[in-house]
T-cell receptor, first 115, second 112 residues
């Protein structure tokens, strides 16, 4: 079974702190994604990566950055956390081929609260 | 801009009461339409992929269908364990084909 793990289930940070969210997948997937999920807004793509050291902006990249130094690991960084970044963050991964890339496997999520 | 609208937002059914969830989409060219199930406090779980109008996929009590403008998720004789939020997403042919555009979901509650 595909397994996507996220470093924390719950996280509480203060405004202005630098926050790291880490995601690891064990299926040798080329693509990895970071989403945030908010009530009424659905899942919105922040960033994705289709290869090591490669990244592309999604729909809402402002205030976030990412790092992918190894194929299995994709990190989301909040450079200076703000209260409007309080949300559920979901990581996902998929194979590269376009026929497969829509079948994404998700981690359990990290519920981040910024005070 | 790709758009996905799901209805209803919430649906309560009695056990055994069949119904359908709707996913309407606007996309420049459809590569695939995806259904996911999300349980509270968990990440979405992949259910189906549909690629062309007229296609149908089934899994246990669920059947997904696709037309040129919408998809339906039919739930036959649901059980309480089918309670979850069901998400629909589209993947476009043009633009960044790796991206999915998600709807806001339908929260299904099946009462015993």
């Amino acid at each position: 079974d595909v397994k996507v793990t996220q470093s924390s289930r719950y996280l509480v940070k203060r405004t202005g702190e630098k926050v790291f969210l880490e995601c690891v997948q064990d299926m040798d997937h080329e693509n990895m994604f970071w989403y945030r999920q908010d009530p009424g807004l659905g899942l919105r793509l922040i960033y994705f990566s289709y290869d090591v050291k490669m990244k592309e902006k999604g729909d809402i990249p402002e205030g976030y950055s990412v790092s992918r130094e190894k194929k299995e690991r994709f990190s989301l960084i909040l450079e200076s956390a703000s209260t409007n970044q309080t949300s559920m963050y979901l990581c996902a991964s998929s194979f590269r081929g376009l026929g497969y890339s829509g079948t994404q496997y998700f981690g359990p999520g990290t519920r981040l609260t910024v005070l | 801009e790709d758009q996905v609208t799901q209805s209803p937002e919430a649906l309560r059914l009695q056990e055994g009461e069949s119904s359908s969830l709707n996913c309407s989409y606007t996309v420049s060219g459809l590569r695939g339409l995806f259904w996911y199930r999300q349980d509270p406090g968990k990440g979405p779980e992949f259910l189906f992929t549909l690629y062309s109008a007229g296609e149908e996929k089934e899994k246990e009590r669920l059947k997904a269908t696709l037309t040129k403008k919408e998809s339906f998720l039919h739930i036959t004789a649901p059980k309480p364990e089918d309670s979850a939020t069901y998400l629909c997403a589209v993947q476009a042919v043009y633009g960044s084909a790796r991206q999915l555009t998600f709807g806001s979901g339908t929260q299904l509650t099946v009462l015993p």
